[in-house]
């Protein structure tokens, strides 16, 4: 990443940022002393006489750059705005999330299916009835979510709500024998990285199930 500071006077600066730290720094003037004030940042192949010999371009060897991933602040913009972000997909284990209801019980359980052994069951037992995890949110950005649950035959059906929005449609988590699965909620954007909740509401179940619980197995944030 690099930081810049255009001045034609001695406040100048350049700072160059690699994973975090400063490691390269210079201070002073750094653009010309022009009217209009030239403040350009280019991005491309550095070779000056490709373009002012005749016949241009000469003979040359091939050069090849590559860019990716540029983003350009302003005088308002800070480190985490323009960092970097990768492609890492988020996995977070239900199980560790804190977890609030509207009153009904929710216990975790080990099993060989749950990935890292452990999904939650939450003991809805009637529409309308919420538990909700907070789930830290790394980055202000495009995530796919994707919800990992088990289904059984006493499930109930549920909404996502992120922050203030529904997110996906209704999932029926109806299923006679066991099974997991991974539900596609689709694109969410945060605007803001941090503690995020993900209410799931009860909203019905299908004609055969036993009962309206809920089972989580683990969320994943996929950057987009
Ligand atoms: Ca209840
Ligand atoms: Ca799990």
Same mark, same amino acid.
């Given at each position: 990443m690099v930081q810049?500071?255009? &001045?034609y006077n001695?406040?100048?600066?350049?700072?160059v940022?690699?994973n975090?730290?400063?490691?390269?720094e210079r $201070? @002073?003037p750094? !653009?010309y002393?022009h009217?209009d004030?030239?403040?350009?940042?280019?991005l491309g192949?550095y +070779?000056w006489?490709?373009?002012? $010999?005749?016949?241009?371009?000469p003979? +040359?060897s091939?050069?090849?750059?590559f860019h990716?991933?540029?983003?350009?602040?302003d +005088?308002?913009?800070?480190y985490d705005?323009v960092k970097p972000?990768?492609?890492?997909? #988020?996995?977070k284990?239900v199980?560790?999330?804190? +977890?609030?209801t509207?009153?009904?019980?929710?216990?975790?359980f080990?099993?060989?299916?749950? &990935?890292?052994?452990?999904?939650?069951?939450f003991? &809805?037992?009637?529409?309308?009835d919420?538990v909700?995890y !907070?789930?830290?949110v790394?980055e202000?950005? $495009?995530?796919?979510v994707?919800? @990992?649950?088990?289904?059984?035959?006493n499930?109930?059906?549920?909404q996502l709500?992120?922050?203030?929005?529904?997110h996906?449609?209704e999932?029926?988590?109806?299923s006679?024998?066991?099974?997991w699965s991974?539900?596609?909620?689709?694109?969410?954007?945060f @605007? &803001?990285?941090?503690?995020?909740?993900?209410k799931?509401t009860?909203t019905?179940k299908?004609v055969?199930s036993?009962?309206?619980?809920?089972s989580f197995?683990y969320?994943?944030l #996929?950057?987009q």
């Open positions: 810049v500071y255009w &001045s001695s406040d100048g600066y350049v700072k940022w690699k975090g730290s400063v490691v390269h $201070t @002073g750094n !653009m002393n009217p004030g030239i403040k350009e940042f280019k192949l +070779a006489n490709w373009k002012t $010999t005749p016949p241009s371009p003979e +040359a091939p050069r090849v750059i990716d991933e540029v983003r350009v602040g +005088a308002s913009s800070n705005e972000r990768g492609n890492k997909v #988020i996995q284990e199980e560790n999330l804190q +977890a609030v509207n009153g009904d019980s929710h216990s975790v080990d099993q060989d299916g749950c &990935s890292e052994y452990q999904c939650t069951q003991f &809805s037992d009637n529409v309308g919420q909700t !907070m789930l830290n790394p202000a950005r $495009t995530y796919k994707k919800v @990992g649950v088990k289904k059984y035959k499930r109930g059906k549920f709500t992120i922050g203030p929005d529904n996906g449609s999932v029926d988590l109806f006679l024998n066991e099974e991974e539900i596609d909620i689709g694109n969410v954007t @605007g &803001s990285a941090g503690d995020k909740p993900f799931f009860v019905g299908n055969s036993l009962g309206y619980n809920l197995d969320i994943k #996929i950057p």
